[in-house]
């Protein structure tokens, strides 16, 4: 478990209708033209309150989590939850904004957006998701989704929000150890993190990442780069006291790393930091314990 935690840590660590035009855009893969696909015949179906034909987009086995906690495993668990949810909210339409849609192989592809709900008393309400689909008998599925709820909030200066993280950081736990140091780079406008991570006689596996805003998805993000050539990309959410950094990067051989990261500041010397949601190419991992991640001074 370890090794696990470590290839995770290399680059985690610390860290429905559509628009007008509904034709997908230009050069893109059969694999995202089905994808888009099955997503309006979602939306339909959203908008007819059908819970089980939305529950069939679904695998079998398919899950369904909100804000990183899971609400429902397998399809007659979805439907039965959708089935709930339009029972309490009658009428209710979705808007879908799909940004991305990357197909990682034969049978995986991930699928990002956000969406928004309106009901007859003309309340909305804006949630950001993830779609990892797998295919099965020529079908896309949806294997997992995870919606992270009312993450669209007003305009805020970033910068002070993540301002407590600039300076020098370290966590221990026996023979492994982890050491990070934030500055503020390219004319304060990126957040630059290094890191160094040791595990008893291993390689020491030392990376960085920058921290910024993304002005096309109006969202911090982050992009780490890691010596061994792994890399990865996180969107931060804030969630009351918490950061939640929802990451998905590509390991040294390849293989796809998906994680949210947990990061609650105690005061001003210290945060704890978890791992949740872990996955190493397709292989569901245990949650991190709870560290504690103390500044250096």
């Given amino acids: 478990m370890r090794v696990a935690v470590t290839i995770v840590s290399t680059f985690m660590f610390v860290a429905c209708g559509f628009a007008q035009d509904n034709s997908p855009p230009p050069k893109l893969s059969a694999d995202q033209q089905a994808i888009r696909k099955n997503a309006e015949a979602f939306v339909a179906a959203f908008d ?3 819970a089980k034909a939305v529950a069939s987009f679904w695998a079998k086995k398919g899950e369904m989590s909100l804000d990183g906690e899971p609400v429902a495993v397998g399809r007659e668990q979805v439907a039965a939850s959708y089935a709930d949810y339009f029972k309490d909210n009658e009428g209710a339409k979705i808007e879908v904004n799909i940004e991305s849609i990357r197909v990682l192989g034969p049978n995986l592809a991930i699928e990002r957006g956000s969406s928004e709900v309106l009901n007859d008393a003309d309340d909305s309400v804006i949630d950001a998701y993830r779609l990892i689909y797998a295919k099965e008998d020529g079908k896309w599925l949806i294997a997992s989704a995870d919606i992270q709820q009312e993450v669209i909030q007003p305009p805020f200066d970033w910068k002070e929000e993540l301002g407590f993280l600039v300076g020098k950081w370290t966590t221990k736990d026996g023979d492994w150890s982890a050491n990070t140091e934030f500055e503020w780079a390219l004319g304060g406008n990126f ?8 595990d008893g006689d291993e390689e020491d596996r030392t990376g960085i990442q920058l921290i910024g805003w993304d002005a096309s998805e109006q969202l911090i993000t982050s992009w780490t780069f890691g010596v061994d050539g792994g890399h990865g990309r996180a969107r ?30 105690l005061d001003d010397d210290a945060f704890r930091w978890q791992s949740t949601g872990r996955s190493i190419a397709g292989v569901a991992l245990e949650d991190t314990e709870t560290v504690r991640v103390s500044r250096v001074k």
């Fill in 48 to 50: 007819k309150g059908d």
């Fill in 191 to 198: 957040l630059k993190r290094t890191f160094t991570i040791k």
């Fill in 236 to 265: 931060w959410f804030r969630d009351g006291d918490q950061w939640i950094v929802e990451s998905d990067g590509v390991s040294p051989n390849g293989e796809i790393v998906l994680a949210h990261n947990i990061i609650t500041p």
